[in-house]
């Protein structure tokens, strides 16, 4: 069972838009960034979101991230057939004293 | 260019030890926190630990704290995983990542295997 819940999967069709949640807690998500990592089957992970919603170099804006309370949101638009993907939420847990990702969430490009 | 390059993986029995390395290039190693996270076959990401940029800090996940230890030489740009007590569930792929900023890992290395199986 991991510390942040992601949906297992979620699906849409090319050129639309999709959002996976990450819900936490005040100990995680709630006072610490939070960052987003895109894998595709074989390879390591790539980040795409750090500090809640900045996108390192080269990172296309069609991916964003937001932060509310105890929850994030990765947006994607204009989804393309090399987004699908299992996605990842990560942050810092201060009680813990750990890091913590979410379970990932599968996305399907329909 | 970035690099990170694990090497020590393999094959280990229950209770056996390990040390995985891993080798940085292409950034002033020196400056930053190092990570490792490990991923089991067919699982998600499971962060195991970190250390800062000069070696004083460290932190482990609860489920490796007293079996693994991480360490850094910054003369060789290099970050290691001693891991002892190892079990069965802790076969998985372990990457080294570098720290952007506050668990944003903007390198990953190619991954190390461990099996533990008897």
């Known amino acids: 069972q991991s510390v942040l819940t992601q949906p297992p999967s979620v699906s849409a069709a090319p050129g639309q838009k999709v959002t996976i949640s990450c819900s936490g807690s005040?100990?995680?998500?709630?006072?610490?960034?939070v960052s987003w990592y895109q894998q595709l089957p074989g390879t390591a992970p790539k980040l795409l979101i750090y500090?809640?919603?900045k996108r390192p170099s080269g990172i296309p804006d069609r991916f964003s991230g937001s932060k509310s309370g105890t929850s994030a949101t990765l947006g994607i638009t204009g989804l393309q057939t090399g987004d699908e993907a299992d996605y990842y939420c990560?942050?810092?847990?201060?009680?813990?004293?750990?890091?913590?990702f979410g379970g990932g969430t599968k996305l399907t490009v329909l | 260019e970035v690099q990170l390059v694990e090497s020590g993986g393999g094959l280990v029995q229950p209770g056996g030890s390990l040390r995985l390395s891993c080798a940085a290039s292409?950034?002033?190693?020196?400056?930053?926190?190092m990570h490792w996270v490990r991923q089991a076959p067919g699982k998600g990401l499971d962060y195991v630990s970190r250390?800062?940029?000069?070696?004083?800090?460290?932190q482990y996940a609860g489920s490796v704290k007293g079996r693994f230890t991480i360490s850094r030489d910054n003369a060789k740009s290099a970050v290691y995983l001693e891991m002892n007590s190892l079990r069965a569930d802790d076969t998985a792929v372990y990457y080294c990542?570098?720290?952007?900023?506050?668990?944003?890992?903007?390198?990953w290395g190619q991954g190390a295997l461990v099996t533990v199986s008897s």
């Open positions: 990542a570098k720290d952007l900023h506050i668990l944003g890992f903007d390198y």
């Open positions: 292409g950034f002033t190693f020196s400056s930053f926190w």
């Open positions: 250390i800062n940029s000069d070696g004083t800090i460290t």
């Open positions: 005040s100990s995680n998500i709630g006072n610490n960034y």
């Open positions: 500090d809640n919603n």
């Open positions: 990560g942050t810092w847990d201060s009680s813990l004293g750990a890091g913590v």
